[in-house]
């Protein structure tokens, strides 16, 4: 082809947009009730976009740093040791939040902790096979509390578009015209975050929740005032969700779910074995040959707040199957503002209860964060 005359037009154009942001929270108190901090409402949950940010950062001296890799350089090593023995053994990044948990205790309460952190847990228990296990207590409080948030999110967005339009003429008499478009594009999105509980901010209690109205149990926001852990100082919790309700036992007939002692495991840990010591029949089943059956209650709240209780069979509950298997699943705060993805809660176990209909329901052991 030889071109003996042309007339061409060309545009380009690009765009890049990138964002980086982080977010970082770090709240931390001395004492058995955990203050409201600036930037949140009394339910715990943070107003402001903004993480709220200490006035005295602790940061570690070059000194703590070197310590402190030497410190994960003594673990590398102890690792060369026949795992073959063990069960479970701290990662580098385990040992090092620890350490830095510690020093973070240490900075607040002004006390030196001292911290007995076993390397590596072995395979052969040896507690005879025969030994009856404790009953589980309900957690202590620690009389501190630190909770760590961070949230990391990298945006990236390129766009170009390229056009060219024109007519050329050949030595050989043709005319041809073209018309180009161009367009590109890509985008990056990736986010990551992480929580950090220790002392009272880790603390987690286990009542049973009957799921009446809804395939399982959900946790609300908003947090409620209640001494479900017993000890006499009232704790914010996470009620349960629209369609669910705790398993309740009014014990001294008050009309009033008063603290944990009414709710099944909270004092023990296991909900399920609680409830299993009123089997008076024996046949793993809470139903009506059980004289606990007619006083056992499904406390819920209205819209307003105020407390419910439903008997079994106002809710159409005619037995409770006492079988129960591990089903983890965590409940955690939804929505797009800074606050979102904080823990309310697990499921730890989930079993089964009949209607009077015949159709079957859900009851769960759920874990919640106080």
């Not at 994960?72 to 580098?92: G, V």
């Not at 049973?208 to 409620?224: I, R």
């Not at 407390?307 to 199957?321: C, P, R, T, V």
Request: charge should be negative; charged fraction near 25%.
């Amino acid at each position: 082809m030889r071109i003996d005359s042309s007339s061409v037009s060309l545009y380009g154009s690009s765009t890049s947009v990138e964002r980086h942001t982080k977010d970082e929270s770090l709240k931390a108190w001395v004492g058995t009730t955990r203050p409201v901090f600036e930037g949140e409402n009394n339910t715990g949950i943070l107003t402001s976009p903004i993480f709220a940010q200490p006035e005295n950062p602790l940061q570690l001296s070059q000194e703590g740093i070197k310590a402190l890799e030497d410190q994960m350089s003594s673990a590398s090593a102890c690792k060369a040791c026949d795992d073959d023995e063990y069960l479970l053994s701290l990662s580098d990044e385990d040992e090092m939040k620890i350490y830095l948990l510690q020093k973070m205790v240490e900075y607040f309460t002004g006390k030196r902790l001292k911290l007995i952190i076993p390397k590596k847990i072995r395979l052969n228990d040896s507690r005879p096979q025969n030994a009856t296990p404790q009953p589980a207590q309900a957690p202590q409080r620690q009389g501190w509390g630190i909770e760590y948030d961070m949230r990391e999110s990298h945006y990236e967005k390129q766009t170009m578009s390229f056009s060219a339009k024109g007519s050329v003429k050949t030595s050989d008499g043709r005319k041809i015209n073209f018309d180009l478009d161009l367009n590109l594009s890509r985008e990056f999105a990736s986010t990551r975050s992480l929580s950090i509980r220790a002392g009272d901010a880790a603390i987690k209690v286990d009542p049973l929740v009957v799921n009446f109205g809804s395939a399982s149990a959900s946790l609300t926001d908003k947090k409620y005032q209640f001494d479900i852990d017993a000890d006499g100082t009232k704790d914010q919790i996470s009620f349960t969700g629209e369609g669910s309700g705790f398993l309740a036992f009014d014990i001294n007939n008050d009309g009033i779910v008063n603290n944990g002692m009414e709710l099944f495991g909270p004092q023990s840990g296991n909900g399920f074995s609680d409830l299993a010591e009123y089997d008076e029949d024996r046949n793993g089943w809470i139903d009506e040959n059980d004289d606990i059956y007619s006083k056992l209650r499904i406390w819920t709240k209205d819209e307003d707040g105020k407390d419910q209780l439903f008997a079994l069979g106002a809710k159409g509950i005619g037995a409770i199957y006492l079988g129960n298997v591990t089903t983890s699943f965590d409940l955690k705060q939804s929505g797009a503002e800074t606050s979102a993805n904080k823990s309310l809660g697990s499921i730890a176990r989930s079993g089964v209860f009949l209607r009077e209909n015949g159709l079957a329901g859900t009851i769960q052991h759920v874990d919640l964060t106080i």
